[in-house]
């Protein structure tokens, strides 16, 4: 994020960025724009959706990927998380920021990875509907899941074949807020590591 020299109000945020042709996040009066993700970043992402899409479809809750806000409170901060999930009445007529997520999905990359495993999710941790905070990584399939337990205490629930033994042959990621269970491989489908890229991919 690359962070611009003006303050503003919540107010003052909301009525400007609606009008701006990129996405700008709103913390502490300050206003920081939006950079582009991988192409990994995006298949994740969108994997996920399409999945949580057809899960959800009829039971009143709204998937959100990308161009869509989330506010804290009515003062900010305001985010874009790569997914989310709304089933509260609230949201369903929302038309800029939604306020009352259950789930939150942010895809890393080495930019925003201390970001979103810090200060955002301390941020997130007060929006009082959310149960859910998922950390999804690019370089690896392992994906972190804190969940809200009864006791209002965040626990943290780690899905990663490194984990697994060898002759299992996919990992299976639960995401207890909207009762989905999905392949770990699904979830990374159409996404190539580092590893694999082909050795002589400049012709060397």
Known sequence: MIALPQSMSPEEYLAWEVQQPIRYEYINGQIFAMTGGTLPHNSIALNLAAMLKTHLRGKGCKVFIADAKV???????????????????????????????????????PATERIDQGKKFRNYRRIDTLREYVLIDTETMNVDCYRLNQNDKWELTTYSLEDVPLQETDLEVHLTSVALRCPISLLYEDVVFPEDYPENLDGE
Do not use: K, N, W
Not at 77 to 101: L, W
């Open 71 to 109: 506010g804290v409170s009515q003062q900010g901060p305001f985010y874009y998380p790569d997914v989310m999930v709304t089933c509260d009445s609230r949201d369903q007529t929302a038309r800029q920021v939604i306020y009352h997520p259950c789930l939150i999905v942010e895809v890393l990359s």
